[in-house]
């Protein structure tokens, strides 16, 4: 499968536990995208890497929040101390600065807080 | 806040009717992308308008991006229930509106 991966595909947690979810871009693709995304809304944007640089982080990113892609490959975004605010759709988004063929994205990790 | 705003937010049609849906911003865009998301799906990527005044054409999806470059507008002729499903521009760093959602009635 050449696509962007991610994992798990839903999660429920309890409120205060602590979750960390993966995504893994399509291999040629050095630009790595989050984003939230709730019912009836667009994705929002998160945060993005260029490599393993995190060059951009949403000022609606909490301190809980926090992303990182070690080896420029695969990313995790982790969520610490869930509340029920954070149940939503995580999305991740890989591209090839360069190409026009837009941001491929995942099929999403789904949180829900409870 | 979204950097581009869309409009409609939401529409009906009965399959055949022709359906647009308008993307603007209130700064100089470097290029606008639009994606397609179909219920339960994730979003797919369909173009990416550069130019101004640029105008690209897809089967019976035909797509704009203003002379100012701060608007755009995609356009379904003759609609079908496959074209079903929520559209959203994205402006520079892929910030999305947020999205109109069109439904489409046999």
């Known amino acids: 499968d050449t696509g962007v991966s991610q994992d798990p595909r839903h999660k429920i947690t309890k409120r205060g536990q602590n979750v960390t979810f993966r995504c893994d871009p399509i291999s040629e693709h050095n630009r790595l995208y989050w984003y939230r995304q709730t019912l009836g809304q667009g994705p929002e944007f998160l945060t993005y890497f260029q490599n393993e640089a995190q060059l951009e982080k949403s000022r609606l990113l909490s301190d809980r929040f926090s992303a990182e892609r070690p080896k420029g490959s695969f990313s995790t975004l982790e969520i610490q101390r869930t509340e029920q605010g954070d149940s939503a759709m995580y999305l991740c988004?890989?591209?090839?600065?360069?190409?026009?063929?837009?941001?491929?994205f995942g099929s999403g990790t789904r949180l829900t807080v409870v | 806040g979204q950097q581009v705003m869309q409009i409609p937010q939401y529409q009906h049609v009965q399959e055949g009717e022709d359906f647009t849906t308008y993307c603007n911003s209130s700064?100089?865009?470097?290029?606008i992308q639009w994606y397609k998301q179909r219920p339960g799906g994730h979003p797919v990527f369909l173009i990416q308008?550069?130019?101004?005044?640029e105008v690209k054409k897809q089967k019976r999806l035909t797509f704009q991006f203003g002379e100012a470059k701060k608007n755009s507008s995609l356009h379904i002729t003759a609609t079908q229930t496959t074209d079903v499903g929520t559209y959203f521009c994205?402006?520079?760093?892929?910030?999305f509106g947020a999205g109109t959602r069109l439904t489409v009635k046999p």
């Open positions: 308008l550069v130019k101004s005044g």
């Open positions: 700064t100089t865009l470097s290029n």
């Open positions: 988004a890989s591209s090839q600065p360069g190409q026009p063929y837009g941001y491929t």
């Open positions: 994205a402006g520079s760093l892929v910030r």
